[in-house]
C-alpha cells in the first residue's frame, strides 16, 4: 500500500524528452500546460511542490536555429570545446524562454513560481547550500512552486558528469521532501533492459537497494536530449532513499499519473526510503 496522500513535500522530475518535440526540440506546450496544471493542483490541495526541470538546452537549440550546428557540427564547431560553448550558450538562451512560459503556464492559475539554478558547488560550499535550503523554505512558505534546473551555462563539469536525475534527489534531500516523483520515458525499473530483452521483468516495488538493483541498470542509456539513463536513476534513488524520501520512478507518457500517484496509485517502481542517520548531502557529490 502507498500512503502518499500524506506526502506533504513533493519533487517531481521531467526531463527534457517530455517537454519538448522529438523532431525539432522545441517546448511542447500542450504537455507543459498540463505539467503545470497537474502541479498546481497538487499545489491547491495542501502540498508543497518543487519541479525540476531539464528542456534548457534543446528549446535553446530550437529557438537560436542551432540544432544542425551541435549535432553535425560545422566549420567553427567542430571539436568538443566548441560544442560545449554551443551547449552553454543554448542553455542560456532556452532557460529564459522556458522559464517564460512556465511562468505564463502557472499565472494563469494563479500560482506563483520562481527559477533557481544550481551547480555542485551549491551543495559543496557550506554557505551557499545553507542559503540555498534557506531560500526553499522560504519560497515554499510564500506558496510557490520552484522550478529548478542545473546551471548549465556556467557549470562545465555538471553539463558533463551531472543530470537531473541526481540533482531533484539532491533537491529532495535540501528540501527534505517527502516523496520524488521522477518521470521518464519508461514505466518504471526492470530487471534488464525491456527495449532489448523480451526477459525483462518490470519491479513494482524495492524496498532495500542492494548490488542486484543496482545491476539491474548497468548499462542502460539516455534518451538523445536528457544524459539521464537508468542508472543515473538508481542513483539518484540511493541519495533520495539514504535522505529518508520515497521515491517512484513512472512514466511520463501520461502527466495524469502525477495525481495519480500523489494519491497513492500504484504505479511506476516504488523505493522505499531508507533514512541513514549519518546523511550529509555532499558526501554524495564527493563520491565522484
Ligand atoms: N539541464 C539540462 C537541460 O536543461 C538537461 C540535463 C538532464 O536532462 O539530465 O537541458
Not at 496544471?37 to 538546452?57: K, Q
Not at 534531500?173 to 534488464?192: F, H, P
Amino acid at each position: 500500500m502507498r500512503d502518499f496522500d500524506k506526502k506533504k513535500r513533493i519533487v517531481v522530475k521531467i526531463g527534457s524528452s517530455s517537454i519538448t518535440h522529438k523532431e525539432t526540440g522545441g517546448a511542447d506546450l500542450v504537455r507543459l500546460e498540463r505539467l503545470v496544471r497537474e502541479l498546481t493542483d497538487l499545489h491547491n490541495g495542501g502540498r508543497d511542490v518543487v519541479l525540476v526541470s531539464s528542456g534548457a538546452i534543446s528549446v535553446g537549440l530550437k529557438a537560436a536555429n542551432i540544432r544542425g550546428i551541435y549535432y553535425s557540427g560545422s566549420e567553427r564547431h567542430d571539436g568538443p570545446d566548441e560544442k560545449l560553448k554551443l551547449k552553454q550558450a543554448a542553455a542560456a538562451i532556452g532557460q529564459a524562454r522556458l522559464m517564460m512560459m512556465y511562468q505564463k503556464l502557472f499565472s494563469e492559475y494563479n500560482q506563483m513560481t520562481a527559477q533557481i539554478l544550481m551547480t555542485k558547488n551549491t551543495i559543496l560550499d557550506n554557505l551557499n547550500r545553507f542559503n540555498a535550503r534557506n531560500t526553499f523554505e522560504e519560497l515554499l512558505l510564500l506558496g510557490v512552486i520552484p522550478v529548478v534546473n542545473e546551471n548549465d551555462t556556467i557549470a562545465t563539469h555538471e553539463i558533463e558528469f551531472g543530470d537531473n536525475d541526481t540533482l531533484s534527489a539532491i533537491v529532495a534531500a535540501l528540501v527534505e521532501a517527502d516523496l520524488l516523483i521522477l518521470l521518464s520515458d519508461i514505466n518504471g525499473l526492470y530487471t534488464d533492459d525491456p527495449h532489448k530483452s523480451s526477459d525483462a521483468e518490470f519491479i513494482p516495488e524495492i524496498e532495500k537497494l542492494d548490488e542486484t538493483v543496482e545491476r539491474f541498470a548497468k548499462g542502460s542509456t539516455g534518451s538523445v536530449m536528457g544524459t539521464g539513463g537508468m542508472a543515473t536513476k538508481i542513483s539518484a534513488a540511493r541519495i533520495a532513499s539514504a535522505s529518508g524520501c520515497d521515491m517512484v520512478i513512472a512514466n511520463a507518457d501520461d502527466l495524469g499519473n502525477i495525481h495519480r500517484i500523489a494519491t497513492g496509485a500504484e504505479i511506476g517502481t516504488f523505493i522505499h526510503s531508507d533514512r541513514k542517520p549519518d546523511f550529509y548531502i555532499e558526501d554524495f557529490l564527493n563520491e565522484e
